[in-house]
């Protein structure tokens, strides 16, 4: 069965639901640069009210009509980026790869970048899928690891 992806704005109502989604320390350990302390509401709560007044474009994934996670397109050191969080539940079904489809159709503005930690082999796969090639990589110290790691650079022209 394939779950059917759709994208709606983000609601109030969406937010514990990436804060939960945020708190697997599995998918935070994956993503790499997560905000220094995961786990404070308010400091969540703050980046979002942050995130959601910006001209930007922010997106709740919904797979069969559950949130399944949020897509963001925004702006990072005057570059076009784009971001994304799927709750560990909705892994392995193709649900990131719909998304970032989905989004494509949406954002019209290229080149478009994302970054992902190295050994994030399946969010490096969802982005090739999408069009995007490995640009470069640069190191980058990832809150979750506690560590410097190397980031990969990946662009989307068409």
């Not at 983000?10 to 939960?20: G, K």
């Not at 009210?49 to 009509?65: E, H, P, Q, V, W």
């Not at 640069?138 to 662009?155: D, G, H, M």
Request: net charge negative.
């Amino acid at each position: 069965m394939t779950d059917t992806v759709t994208l709606r704005e983000v609601i109030e109502s969406d937010l514990p639901i990436f804060f939960t989604h945020q708190q697997d320390s599995e998918a935070a350990y994956m993503a790499a640069f997560t905000p220094k302390n995961r786990t404070d509401w308010d400091a969540f709560s703050r980046h979002w009210t942050m995130i959601r007044n910006a001209d930007s474009i922010k997106k709740t994934i919904l797979a069969n009509g559950e949130v399944a996670g949020h897509i963001l397109q925004f702006e990072l050191m005057g570059d076009p980026v784009v971001g994304y969080w799927i709750g560990r539940q909705y892994w392995g079904r193709g649900i990131a790869t719909q998304t970032l489809t989905l989004l494509l159709d949406i954002v019209s503005v290229r080149p478009l970048y994302a970054m992902v930690a190295a050994d994030n082999i399946r969010s490096r796969r969802v982005l090739e899928k999408c069009g995007f090639t490995m640009q470069g990589s640069e190191r980058s110290y990832a809150n979750e690891r506690q560590e410097i790691i190397e980031e990969l650079i990946f662009k989307r022209e068409a």
